[in-house]
């Protein structure tokens, strides 16, 4: 189940009936082995505020909160990272097309006033697979010991996003406006961190065995083991920080609140997960 929407916690006031009631969708979702996804926002860790707060539904204990990256260095295809062999091709290098994985950055693209969401929530208490002997998100940058956002991440850079063909009704836009467009933020990424979990449900399936269903502990468990370096690509540059404002983390080396535990090496985290 994936969710492209979301609502600023501090928003939230008096009147929580449809968190709770989202709360009991996502509880009777774990019972039926639904793996449930939502995008971090695009609005920075202070959703556009000087002060960290997470987008709920991604701040759901219950939920897959999903960050984003873009590549590095910033919107500088002509410097790629990676393997090379022979071009040329389109923004690259001559003589450069590339073949392996690069480098991403935290996802802060100023020019178009977007930054990945990820924050401790305001709502919800650290769940057991975010504080237990071996790993905790507890701590200066978190006193409180509350679930912190996102869990993992993905692109979510418009330069280099996804092209989406908008066919817009005629009731609720002008025609004129229908076509082709680069799309990018974290809505980008949770459907496709669903098809991922598609997939390793596919090839679970295949060897009789049953969905993922409620992810998040099986996701920490293969991060904090010795696969980690192979199954995820850690983010270990820029921060989410939106401009204009100074409420932010900056990435680390393993888990940190601006892009979780990063993003799929999906070959590998396909095996691990089946």
């Known amino acids: 189940m994936s969710q492209s929407f979301g609502i600023l916690e501090y928003a939230i006031t008096g009147n929580n009936a449809q968190v709770l009631q989202a709360e009991a969708n996502y509880?009777?979702?774990a019972a039926a082995n639904i793996t449930v996804l939502a995008s971090a926002d695009d609005s920075g860790a202070g959703n556009g505020i000087n002060t960290p707060n997470?987008?709920?539904p991604a701040s759901s204990p219950l939920v897959?909160?999903?960050g984003g990256t873009q590549g590095y260095p910033f919107g500088n295809l002509a410097t790629y990272i990676g393997t090379c062999s022979a071009g040329p091709g389109p923004g690259y290098p001559t003589g450069c097309t590339p073949t392996g994985y690069g480098s991403e950055a935290v996802w802060n693209e100023a020019w178009i006033g977007a930054a990945s969401g990820g924050a401790p929530s305001l709502i919800f208490p650290a769940p057991s697979y975010q504080n237990n002997p071996s790993f905790t998100v507890c701590g200066s940058l978190n006193p409180s010991c509350m679930r912190t956002t996102p869990d993992i991440s993905y692109n979510a850079a418009v330069d280099g996003g996804v092209l989406v063909y908008w066919s817009a009704c005629l009731q609720c836009i002008s025609p004129t406006f229908s076509g082709?467009?680069?799309v990018g933020?974290?809505?980008?990424?949770s459907p496709q961190w669903a098809a991922i979990f598609a997939i390793a449900n596919q090839v679970r399936a295949s060897k009789g065995e049953g969905p993922l269903g409620f992810v998040n502990p099986t996701l920490y468990g293969l991060a904090e083991s010795s696969s980690c370096s192979s199954d995820f690509h850690d983010i270990t540059t820029g921060n989410n920080i939106l401009i204009?404002?100074?409420a932010g983390f900056s990435a680390a080396t393993?888990?940190?609140f601006a892009s979780g535990w990063g993003t799929p090496n999906v070959a590998n985290l396909v095996a691990g997960l089946s």
């Open 27 to 29: 509880e009777a979702a």
């Open 54 to 56: 997470a987008l709920f």
């Open 64 to 66: 897959t909160a999903v």
């Open 180 to 182: 082709w467009f680069v």
């Open 185 to 189: 933020g974290t809505s980008a990424g």
């Open 244 to 246: 204009g404002t100074t």
């Open 254 to 256: 393993g888990y940190d």
